[in-house]
Structures are given as structure tokens and as C-alpha cells.
């Protein structure tokens, strides 16, 4: 069972469109992070969110975790070919998870020059 | 370059072979973390060390698993006996001892079993 799922699984767009990428979970998360990964590389961090409710910007990448601290989502604006990549969220569990970092099933964003 | 390093960063080696993979974590980091990931999937938790203490470890780590950082900096991840099933990527992390879940991962080692 995947602890936290993200949708969709793939997203093709043309530069210069929005789009927003999701990961839910049935479980609650102390904080969670979002992660973009090119081929053949590995994750690099973007951002932590650790209060319900909260959002971070990012230049063009808008973060939001969930009241109940279960969901977040990514909103990227005007997007680039730059973009393109592997996004993936992960947490560690609550209670007692710290020391284990669970990841998202990944949405493969590819920007369409 | 003060980042994860992980070596070799690709290996090819034929079924029943061992293989061993490297990694130097960022060096003001207590904690070092292997992940398994597979093409278009997210990386798949294996262990965790804290300093030289291996505290957890996920049943993907099959008794065919080791790994190791006998002096809590440096670790070594080796599989003995591949199997075609284990090719993948293997990620290593670190992290602060004063952990919030952030992760800095290697550019990773990339296992073919043929």
C-alpha cells in the first residue's frame, strides 16, 4: 500500500500553461517535502512545509499543505521547459516516523517547448 | 563539491555477481539513509543509519542486503548474489541530526543486472 499517492501520474503541457500536481495520504505527516528529479540524477529538495494550512512560493511554484496535514499540492504558473522532471512529495509519518522518509508515487511533468 | 557523493555512479555486472556502492554524505551529517528506485517510481526506503547504528531497516533488504558505515561517516551498500530484479537505482541521503524530514540525495548508482 502506498502511503502517499500523487495525481496525475503523467502531465504533458505546453510552456507558458498553469498546472497543479497533488499528494494525498489517509495518514498525518509532521511535515512534508517536495522533491524534483531529473534523469539519471538524484531528488533535489524545493521545499518543507510543516504547519496545516500553510503555502510557500517559489518563484513560479506555489506549495499548500493540507488543514490536516494529510495532503499538499504544487501549483506551477506559466510553466518552462525548465520544469520538466520527476516531482515527488514525501514525509515522515506520525507519530514515531522520523526516522523514515516515505516518498510519493511521482508525476512526470514534461513542458512542451 | 560539499554535496552527497556516491560512486560508482553506474554498474553493470552479470546475474550472481556482488556488487558494492559507496556513499560520502554531506560530512556535518549524523544520519545516512539508502533508497531503492525503479524507472518512473519514487525511491523506495532500504535503511537507515544514525551515525555509525544502523536503526532501521525495510524488508525490501533481502539477507542478499548489507550495509554498513563502521565509523559513521562513509557507508557501503553491497549486494551479493544479483538477481535481474535488482536493477535499479540506488539513492543515498543525509540529513541533520535535528531531523524534519529533509533529505539531500547523491546523483545516485545505477545498477544493470544482465
Known amino acids: 500500500t502506498q502511503l502517499l499517492e500523487q495525481s496525475p501520474q503523467f502531465l504533458s503541457i505546453q510552456e507558458g500553461e498553469n498546472l497543479t500536481v497533488y499528494c494525498n495520504s489517509s495518514s498525518v505527516f509532521s511535515s512534508l517535502q517536495w522533491y524534483r528529479q531529473e534523469p539519471g540524477e538524484g531528488p533535489v529538495l524545493l521545499v518543507t512545509v510543516v504547519t496545516g494550512g500553510e503555502v510557500k512560493k517559489l ?39 522520523y526516522q523514515k522518509v516515505t516518498f510519493g508515487t511521482g508525476t512526470k511533468l514534461q513542458v512542451i517547448p | 563539491d560539499t554535496g552527497v557523493s556516491q560512486n560508482p555512479r553506474h554498474k553493470i555486472t552479470k546475474r550472481g555477481q556482488n556488487v558494492t556502492f559507496r556513499c560520502d554524505p554531506i560530512s556535518e551529517h549524523n544520519r545516512l539513509y539508502w533508497y531503492r528506485q525503479t524507472l518512473g517510481q519514487g525511491p523506495e526506503f532500504l535503511t537507515y543509519f544514525q551515525n555509525e547504528a544502523q536503526l532501521e531497516k525495510s524488508r525490501l533488504l533481502s539477507d542478499r542486503f548489507s550495509a554498513e558505515r563502521p565509523k559513521g561517516s562513509f557507508s557501503t551498500l553491497e549486494i551479493q548474489r544479483t538477481e535481474q530484479g535488482d536493477s ?14 529533509e533529505l539531500f540525495f ?7 543486472v544482465l
Open chain 2, 106 to 112: 547523491g546523483e545516485g548508482s545505477r545498477l544493470t
Open chain 2, 88 to 101: 535499479a537505482m540506488y539513492l543515498c541521503a543525509s540529513s541533520w541530526d535535528t531531523f524534519n524530514g
Open chain 1, 59 to 97: 518563484k513560479r511554484l506555489t506549495f499548500q499543505f493540507g488543514d490536516a496535514r494529510k495532503d499538499s499540492s504544487l501549483h506551477i504558473t506559466a510553466a518552462q521547459p525548465g520544469d520538466t522532471g520527476l516531482y515527488l512529495c514525501a514525509g515522515p509519518l506520525v507519530p514515531g516516523g
